[in-house]
């Protein structure tokens, strides 16, 4: 894999984690039936909302030029299993959730998936 490949997908889920938390935070804050009360009414909710849609976008399309050169399944991998660990660090860093010895073994394994991923493609 190589390095511009790999600086383009670390663009593209980082602008994933910015939906993922855009889209938590519009759907959490406000509690209420469905999504919230304030979930189309708010204020907030009606930035976040087009923000995660244009950040997911643009994820998209920045995985679709990592993947020029990459085998689809090591570049899909690699996105993905970023992006769930990435979340995961989010989740705890920002939103406060739990870090216990489970979950950051479970991370730990994504991370190890990842890396013999792309030990396997050799690329």
């Known amino acids: ?3 511009a490949s790999l ?3 670390l663009a593209s889920v980082t602008v994933t984690a910015l939906a993922q938390l855009c889209l938590k935070l ?3 804050r406000y509690a209420g039936p469905m ?3 304030g979930f189309l009414t708010s204020v907030v909710s ?3 909302h087009p923000l995660t849609i244009v950040a997911m976008i643009a994820s998209f399309a920045l995985l679709a030029v990592a993947m020029r050169p990459l085998p689809l399944g090591t570049a899909y991998t690699v996105w ?3 992006g769930a660990v990435g979340a995961f660090v989010v989740g705890i860093a920002v939103l406060g959730e739990a ?3 489970m979950r950051l073994a479970a991370a730990a394994l994504i991370v190890s998936g990842i890396v013999m991923m ?3 493609s050799g690329s």
């Open 1 to 3: 894999m190589s390095t």
């Open 7 to 9: 600086l383009v997908i």
């Open 26 to 28: 519009a759907s959490t």
């Open 35 to 37: 999504f919230g009360e």
């Open 46 to 48: 009606q930035m976040l």
């Open 80 to 82: 993905t299993g970023i």
């Open 99 to 101: 870090a216990t010895p």
């Open 118 to 120: 792309k030990l396997s």
